[in-house]
């Protein structure tokens, strides 16, 4: 009996150390109003490996959104702007990097209906070196004090987030 415990033990230690890759954590976004047709899903991405890697894209049905871009927030000669990243979302290794507001997110442009508190839908995230994962997002509600929306310059969308 007690080899078997032991046996059993080993072996789940063994699966877990080989579990190596992107952990995700939990997804969510938050509501927005009707009308706005963008918005922005926020995750802890958590690289398992013993290199850097890069989140580089995301997708969802076209159902969902027309467009969707890694973005983060830059200092703009103390103005704070929403830029695209380019070349991705480094994850670098052993270490968690937060999707949070005010850094870097997920973001969707061209939304066909407004996100509203307790929807979910999928996300397939792509990485430079990781396989490609699903994850399911739920929309929360705006955490008090939260702006709903807010400006990023000159030409550029309001987005909720």
């Known amino acids: 009996m007690k080899k078997t415990v032991l046996t059993l033990a080993t072996a789940l230690l063994c699966?877990?150390?080989?579990?190596?890759?992107?952990?995700?954590g939990e997804a969510y976004?938050?509501?927005?109003?009707?009308?706005?047709?963008?918005?922005?899903?926020?995750?802890s991405l958590?690289?398992?490996?013993?290199?850097?890697?890069?989140?580089?894209?995301?997708?969802?049905?076209?159902?969902f959104?027309?467009?969707?871009e890694l973005h983060t927030h830059v200092n703009d000669n103390g103005v704070m702007r929403m830029r695209e990243v380019k070349g991705g979302i480094p994850l670098p290794a052993g270490q968690t990097q937060e999707l949070k507001r005010g850094s870097y997110h997920i973001m969707f442009?061209?939304?066909k209906k407004p996100l509203q508190e307790g929807d979910k839908f999928d996300l397939?995230?792509?990485?430079?070196?990781?396989?490609?994962?699903?994850?399911t997002v739920t929309v929360k509600p705006m955490q008090a004090g939260a702006m709903p929306?807010?400006?990023?310059?000159?030409?550029?969308?309001?987005?909720a987030h």
């Open 15 to 24: 699966s877990t150390a080989f579990a190596h890759g992107i952990e995700a």
């Open 29 to 43: 976004a938050y509501p927005t109003v009707q009308g706005m047709t963008q918005g922005g899903a926020f995750v």
């Open 46 to 63: 958590t690289n398992t490996e013993k290199k850097d890697d890069k989140l580089i894209g995301a997708t969802a049905s076209k159902q």
């Open 65 to 68: 959104a027309d467009k969707i």
């Open 109 to 111: 442009f061209g939304l």
């Open 124 to 135: 397939n995230l792509k990485f430079k070196n990781a396989k490609p994962q699903k994850i």
């Open 149 to 159: 929306a807010h400006d990023h310059g000159a030409g550029e969308a309001k987005h």
